[in-house]
């Protein structure tokens, strides 16, 4: 009886992967779409700079000293424009050519110096994330505006002293006293500020700066949802076995009805096993992408994840009749119940009443374990709820698709 | 010519009745288009999601209480961050590894003891590698406040250091002037203020909802020409194309009327799904009653063209059948239709511009979004046009090479 | 001779209408049993109750003594089954696909290798075994179909219309082959609504109609249920003396000789057994002959006969 079984998934096997559409859904296409949206969410994670677009009308020093500490930055490129390139800069940032654009104004240092308040202005383009970037520019100019305050503050109070002392302040060195004051309030901020914050992401290890954030993410999300397609398109398969009346036939031959549907579940169970497997493998030595040091937990989340799709992926072909819904449902299923599950996007983005549907998805749980091993770098113990919860899941829809078989 | 019009609508005829093609162009996109733009929506708009943290108070000094009770307990953000206390760090990484708060934030024992002796500090903010998104909203709460303490120390620092070098003030003075001083500095204003414009392309900000109408709806245009294109190999498998050839038709007028065939289904579609995510969606596809047609035209003529393309690079059914739907999903994200184009980067951004859905896209969006009506859209028509009658004579000619086989 | 299948008051019931009503029948060892009738008559229900495919609503069957209904794994290890479809896996191999079968029959190793070999051998398709089956012709797929069915060895090879739209000379490889089987000792079950099939193949047969066996028996023997013999019609250029009638009526074991001067009329049960002998007989008396005409009633007219409508409507 088990050899039976063992032949009949092989069997299903062997007629999945010979038909070579389903190479392209099975390996080909997870494999170009992860690495195409890999490699578009990495931009700000990776080796690329972001360009910011600097022009500086500064007729005194404090432009060049914002430029300065903005260099500083590891993560920004600046390109500095001339004057009169105003409208230049506009279009670039319009076509997000740059990523903002910055203007220093003539009496930039001027105003400084006299404790006036001074506009900068920032180009943004529409719809471009630049939330990161202004940060960044308001932390500079925040400290320039501190270094200003204090030097402010330091001139004010040694003429007050002086006045005191009947002594005259000069312009000249009122003007020394300003700047040596602003070099000292800055050293404050160097190397780091003295009163700061430390930020610590609780992940398993410092990350390798080659390898691209945006693949990492994607790799095991993708995977999921063509895994999940995958055996649905073996569900597919079986409608057209069930058409072309080999399921029946298999019945006037001495196997036991149990043995044709555990056979057939296991064929299922094997494709998206084997393409999970590639998949990971791919991602592990192309893309780089870390799936964890605790290759048994991912063992565990693979096959109780592929359990469970392949529970409704068989329930998929019993419900439909023809290869035609079949394929349309296998689409339409996996990518959606993928968006819902965290596929797609972190999880945490969307909002609080998605994040409860998405709970009712296994990729939400098969994501949710890989996480915890690659991310969280957390041992068996914690994975386990996943595991159970995905072993619950393939229960169900396991008994339901036995219970629902139909052999025509 | 009539009968080029009669194969078309018979080929309009046979998809309209198999309900399967009804889901895959009609169900499926205008699911695609709820979910994401439930998903997008919040985010597009900036509306506050909550964030949950926990906090552990070990220094309970004074500056900690300004940073519990009037940063995170101001009318802006009470809202907005949800905090639990906590007793220990352990706890902190316990709920951090449950993914239950987005980050932990400890003030340490010395924080405002620090402050005061003017020591180095730092509040430590342990975030959960899997929201990272909103820890980054909480570091940078938290990196405003201690700047804003920072500054204080500065101001005092710097002066104080200069007017004692100088021997301006007696350093027995120095505890008595502190306050003053600081109170002083308490009410400096900033002195450089950011003014942020957003240079527009748009006059209006795109609503998620929209723009996955425009975007999925301009990806299943490719999905239904696809359709269409397979009506070729289908009519040949079921000998019904031998049997058009036995009639008084010319080669010329089948080809023709396949062809129309699968620009009627997919203008069909695509009509539809403009009206549907009118009234069910409420997407606004713009004023322009005129330049809504133009653009459905073109686009639907560009991928009736890329369509006729596929159907004569492939051998059958099925493998038109499995790289067509392939080759959609990648166009329609390429082009932009999952993820806006403006976002991309620029090896990505170049790329979107040869498939026809970024031009299809940024078209309706200009109807949608743009005051410039039918007059702005002249480069997305003219480029989509072109691209349609590239695809038609390559297709078309390998069609012919190839002959409309009976066998 | 002992009885392979025997099948007792079997009666499936699909929706309140009687598929297949109280069909009795057995088979013996070696025979080849028809079952004939119109499309929708119940052949194929009863065919796949008897698979051991669907159950049967009541009555029950049994094949060398196992029954259908308690015994179904027994039963389905002593037959061989064709279906009317061609169930096979259309992207693999021939060989492929009768290997796979051949282990769901619970063969294996070197007997497996054998019995596939030894199966594309009688269907004449060693040659082109490594095809993929959609490369095949109809005829060749119904070929691979039925070679299926003979992987297991069966008691009984049970065909459902196994020649359902096959060029006319497929057909004839076909049954010959199956009558080459036959010869060589294989039980078959055949149904089929092609009258020609039936009488070139079996033996005895079971036309059925309306979910009913209307008749059964050998070919003779419903020959003679139709009420009808084979008429004789001989014209000669000599004239026949009467004085013949007696003679004529011994040799061809029937009263009905009619003798009119230039022409006899004979109605027997056994025209083809006969004829020989009259034209001996005609020979011997120096008659010489004209021209024959033999008219037999077939199964199509029994048919007609039995029910009032043609088989193949």
Redesign the interface.
Known sequence: MIKKVLVIAFNSLKVTFR????L??LI??PI??TT??G??S??GGGD?KIPVGFLNSDRGIYGEVFEEILRKEESIKIVAMAEDDEDKM?NS??D??LSVGLIIPGDFSE??KV???????????????SYFL??L???T??R????????N??VE??SE??VV?EEEVLEDEKER?WE??FV??DA?FEPA???????????VEKRDENIPIGVEASSPGFAVMFVMMGVCFAGVAMVQERHHKTLARLLTTPTEKFSIISGKMLGFFLVGFIQFMILILFGQLVLKVNWGNLPLGVLLLVVSYVLSVTGLGTLLSVVVR?S??A???A??IS??TS??GGAW????????F?QNIARFTPQYWAI?GF?KII??G?GIT?ILPNFYVLLAISTISLLLAIRFFRFE | MIKVFLIGIKDVKIRAR????F??LL??PL??IL??G??FQ??WTSTP??IDIAVLDEDNGEFSKILLDEVFGSEQLKDMVKIKYVESKEEI?NE??K?KI?AGVIIGKEFSQ??MTG?????????????????GVI??I??AF??E???R???L???M???VA?N??NPAEIQQLIPV?LS??EN???????????????DK??LAMEYYAVGMGVMYILFATNAGAETIFQERRNKTLERIKVAPVSEREILGGKLFGIFLIALLQFVMIVFFTRIFYRVNWGDSILGIIIMIFSSVLAFSGLSTLLASLTKSE??I???G??LA??FG??GGGM??A?????W??MVSKFTPNRWAIDGFLKLMYQEGGVVSILPEVLVLLGMATVFFSLGIFRLRMKGVKVD | MMNIIEVKELTKVYEGRKAVDSVSFEIKKGEAFGLLGPNGAGKTTTISMLSCLIPPTSGDAHIEGKSIIKEPIEVKKRIGVVPQDIALYPTLSARENLFFWGEMYGLSGRRLKEKVDEVLQVVGLTERSKDRINKYSGGMKRRINIAVGLLPSPKLLILDEPTVGVDPQSRTNILESLRKLNKGGLTILYTSHYMEEVEFLCDRVAVMDLGKIIAQGTQNELRLLAGKMDSLKISTIDEVQMRLVEVIKKVSETDEVKIADKAIEILTLQGRKVLPKIIELLGNNSIRIKSVEVEEPNLESLFLHLTGKELRD
């Open positions: 038909d070579k559409g389903n392209i859904w080909i296409m170009v779409w195409l949206i490699t578009m990495t931009t690329e506009r940032v319009k997000t050519k105003k400084l404790r006036e308040q001074v506009v900068i202005e920032i180009l943004k383009s529409q719809g471009n994330s202004e940060e520019i308001e932390k100019a925040h320039i505006s501190i270094n200003a305050l204090a030097a503050f330091t109070k040694i002293r002086r002392l006293i040596e004051a000292k309030a404050f500020p003295s009163i700061g914050i430390e930020y610590v992401v609780l992940s023809t035609a819904q394929g349309a449902f689409v339409l990518m959606v968006m819902l996007w972190p999880i945490e983005i969307v909002p609080r998605m949710n996480n991310t969280r957390f914690e | 198999d309900p399967s093609s889901i895959i169900v499926m699911i695609l979910v994401l439930m998903v919040p985010l999601f909550t990484i951090v590894n993914g987005a620090a402050i020591e180095d500090t730092r509040i430590k903010i342990l975030a959960d590698p899997e929201q990272t998104i909103k820890a570091k940078n938290v990196e201690t700047l303490v920072l500054k120390r500065i101001i620092g710097t002066s250091g200069i007017l100088k301006l003030i001083w002083e500095i400096m204003e900033e002195l450089i203020r950011m003014d942020k414009k957003t240079e527009k392309r748009m900000n795109p099925e493998q059948g499995n790289i739907p392939a999903m990648i994200f390429m993820w806006p403006f976002a991309f980067p620029d990505l951004n």
